[in-house]
Structure formats: C-alpha cells, structure tokens
C-alpha cells in the first residue's frame, strides 16, 4: 500500500509535560489506522499537530510525498485533511446546508450545495435533508452532518475522535459500512476509539502511544481487546467484579416525574416513574437527547421538579436545593466535566471543596478549612489515580481522563447514600474506566444505591443489575441485565420498545 501521511519524530512540549516525543509512524492510503492510548498519552495532540490546531517543536510530517505543515485547520482542509471531532460543532437553531456552509471556505450557492448534501449523504447512505434544523435531529443524524462535511471536502485523509460513542448499535453498523466503502475509495482513516471491540473489527492496523511515545504497533484483528489494552497501559488489566449481594430496601423513589427542558431543544420528561435500592446499580440506557441530562437535572435539584416526584429513603426532596439533597445523601456527577462538574480556573481542592463541603465538613463557622479541603483532594488524586503535579493545579490542566476520574472519585468518597452519574467513562480509556465502574460497584456492595446514566451499552452490560431505556423523556420497563440482548436493548434505544409504564 502506498503512504498517505507520514510522521517524522514529531515532539511537543507544554510547561511541565512532553505530550509527544519523537512520534513517528505511517499512514496508509485506503487503511482505517487507529490510534490507541491511555488519557493523556498524547493522542489529543497529536492529531491537533495533524490537523493544524497546534504546531510541532520538532519533526516533520509529509503528506502524499510533499512537506506538510498546516499553520490552521483551513490549510489542512486545503490538503484534503478532515476531522470529525467528539464534540459536535453545530448550531442548533440553522439547518443542515447553512451548519456546512459555515465550514466550508468558498461554499456554492445554496441550491446547489443543497443538492450536493443530497447526493453525496444518498450515495454514502446517510440521508440527510440540508433544511433540517439541527436542534430536530438526533444525535446519529447530527453526526452524520460532521460527516458529510468532510466528505463534500473529498478528503485523502479522514480523522476520527471518539465517533461512536453516542450511537446506537445499529448507527454504529451504518457508520462502519461508510468508513469500510471510504477505505475501499482509497480514503485513509484515523481512528481514535476506547472501546477496544470496535477497533478490533473495524482497523487494519493500531498505533500505541503511551505517555506521549509510540511504544508499538499491531494488526488489532490478531489481538484481543485486553491484549490492546494491556499494550496501553503497560501492565496487566483487572477487570470489575462484584459479589452478589441482595438489594435492600428501597432508596432512591421516583414517581411520576414529569418535567419541562429548559433547553428549547431539550426532551421533556413524561411521566417517569423508578424504584433504585440499596446495593443496586441501576443503568439508565438512550441515545444522547432523549430525556438525560433533564433526568439529571431533576435528581440533582437543578432543575424545580413538584413535590411527591423524587424520595430519598421516604423523604421528598422534590424541592430541596443542590446541597440540601446532598446533605441527606443524594450526590451527582453530571457529564459535563469542565464547567458543570468542575469549574475549570479553580483549583483541585477548590473544585473538591465545593461539592464536598457539606459531607466532608470543610467548613466552620461560615470559615473554609483550607487544609482539610486540601487533605480531601489529596485523598481522591490517590485513591484514584488522578495524575497530577499537585492538588494546586486547576482543573483544565488535567487531561479528560483524569479529571473524570477526579470528578467520581470526588463524590464516591462521601459515602452517598444515592449516586447518580452521567456518562463516568466517557472519553476514558481502559484502565481508567475499569478503576471507575469498580468503584460503582463497591458503592453499591457497600450499601448505595446507584444510578448510571451513559451511552456505554458495554459498560452498563457490564456494570447494571437492571437496565431501562429513556426514550423521547419516557423511561421503558426496567429489566435485568442479564435477560436482555444487545439487539433488544439497541430496538429500546430507536423507541421500538420503550414503554411508558411504572417500575
């Protein structure tokens, strides 16, 4: 196979941390190439190198036999370089043709850029109406916007961070067809993906980095997915067990909890109804924007929920604030790490005083206890494995990984007596994900009850004594894990099988 794109000891450094060190690999025309590494092992800048959000220190990189060296994104689209990143960048008040024409540096008219979306998303079979409003879509379909964005750029080189993780499992079949019939054009594909199944079924080759160095390579197909992941983390990989203990009594009580979106493109709640116990882990499945960050928002006491909805141990918290549902044992980890679960400028044991302050007792008298908010981020970076110079540092300075796992460690060590967490692995890799679903399971062993709100069909396989499915703000019938196929749960996610009945 011929060479696309090729990487010559590229090195980049930031004040206390080399994130890439003399990175050198190959990528071949037509070959979906994936690049494997723990949180914070370089893969973000790396590919920013390539995609010409920041510039190497050193080395070089070629692209299709010619010196590449992209200053900005536009001159990477320019040399047919395009990336499709985790978070979608889409406005949700315009449609699908004004969205593409905003990416694009010398769009056609309208009409026929309409006609172009048409065709191109026909023949890739991933429809589209260009005069859809994005805030209507689903989130597949959002993706599949990003998506044909790219391809009406005709790229040689197409990056990828992290696409599946907000599909269905049959979303993820069609986007696979697209990237295999991309690959087969000739197109190359980097591939960035924790869930280590997908890139054994969908790539030629992997690269591993690891503290920001390559330290292999491998055909993932003739690997196991804890072969990968040991690769990545350098050692052998524990998996999460948990004894088998019988739920308590009931704590955490939901009924009829109804609720309006404060985002105008939000899904309101209809009539959920749930019964969580203690030692139960309860998996709250759905694709993105079917009712679960308004779930969340009700639990947490964010959102003004009417009395009766929501108990805790048979005490109604419907109109209790944040701290006050805190105070009697209901704790969330809400998805959005930086700027909802931690304030990104503050310090970590500011950001651990915040919320642990009434549990953790950190203050007297209305005075802050300096070194017992320290003392208490000091115990999350260890009992977590938060890598980190210093509990001084702000929260932005940790890599996504490490900050997630900051964020659960930080409420799991209050000893709730409810947890509710949205999306605890995403972005992360193996061996952390693998720490923090263990650490939901000895909350629950230990008497909690927890919820689980994610994505993740694996992780909430793997984790979840039963599992429901929120739907257009309806929650389905929840049901045991273990009776349940990966095809049933994937028809529950499309609204095949949601019902509107009480646990």
């Known amino acids: 196979m011929t060479t696309l794109l090729s990487l010559k000891g590229l090195t980049k450094a930031y004040p206390g941390v080399v994130a890439n060190n003399n990175v050198s690999f190959d990528i071949d025309e037509g070959q979906i190439h994936a690049l494997l590494g723990e949180n914070g092992a370089g893969k973000s800048t790396l590919v920013k190198m390539i995609y010409g959000l920041v510039r190497p220190d050193s080395g070089q ?19 047919g370089v395009a990336m499709v990143f985790q978070h979608f960048s889409l406005f949700d008040a315009l449609t699908v043709a004004e969205n593409i024409t905003l990416g694009m540096e010398n769009a056609p008219p309208r009409r026929e850029l309409s006609q172009r979306i048409r065709d191109v998303s026909t023949a890739y079979e991933l429809p589209l109406d260009p005069d859809a409003i994005i805030g209507d879509l689903s989130v597949g379909e959002r993706q599949r916007v990003e998506i044909i964005r790219c391809l009406l750029q005709e790229p040689k080189l197409l990056i990828m961070d992290e696409p599946t993780s907000v599909l269905t499992p049959q979303e993820v079949e069609v986007l696979f067809k697209t990237l295999n019939r991309l690959a087969g054009e000739g197109t190359a594909i980097l591939y960035i993906s924790h869930k280590l199944e997908e890139i054994r079924t969908l790539c030629h080759h992997a690269t591993i980095l690891r503290q920001g160095e390559v330290v292999g390579e491998t055909d993932p197909t003739r690997s196991t997915a804890r072969e990968l992941a040991e690769m990545m983390v350098g050692e052998a990989l524990s998996s999460p067990t948990r004894k088998n203990t019988r739920p308590g009594k009931v704590a955490l009580e939901i009924r009829g909890l109804s609720a309006r979106s404060g985002n105008p493109f939000g899904t309101d709640l209809d009539e959920i109804d749930l019964d969580v116990r203690e030692g139960e882990v309860m998996g709250i499945g759905g694709v993105a924007g079917n009712g679960q960050d308004e779930f969340m928002l009700a639990l947490s006491g964010e959102a003004p929920v009417a009395r009766a909805m929501v108990r805790v141990d048979g005490v109604d918290v419907g109109d209790l604030t944040p701290n006050e549902r805190r105070e009697i044992g209901l704790l969330t980890a809400p998805e959005e790490r930086l700027g909802h679960a931690a304030a990104p400028n503050m310090t970590l044991f500011e950001n651990a005083l915040m919320t642990g302050n009434v549990r953790r007792n950190l203050s007297r008298h209305g005075f802050i206890r300096w070194k017992a908010a320290m003392a208490f981020a000091d115990e999350i970076v260890h009992a977590f494995d938060v890598r980190t110079p210093s509990v001084r540092n702000t929260a932005k300075s940790l890599s996504g990984g490490n900050l997630q796992k900051f964020v659960i460690g930080r409420e799991v060590l209050q000893t709730p007596r409810v947890l ?7 972005g992360v890799d193996a061996a952390a994900a693998a720490a923090i679903r263990q650490a939901l ?20 396989l793997e984790v979840s004594d039963r599992l429901a499915i929120l739907h257009a703000g309806r929650l389905s019938q929840p049901r045991a894990t273990d009776e349940l196929t990966m095809e049933e749960i994937g028809l529950m996610m499309g609204g095949m099988e949601a019902q509107h009945v009480s646990a």
């Open 420 to 426: 509710v967490v949205n999306q605890p692995t995403w």
């Open 441 to 460: 399971m000895d909350l629950a062993e230990a008497g909690a009850a927890v919820v689980i709100i994610s994505q993740d069909l694996d992780e909430l």
């Open 61 to 79: 990189m070629t692209l299709a036999g010619q010196p590449y060296q992209p200053h900005e994104p536009r001159e990477a689209r320019a040399a």
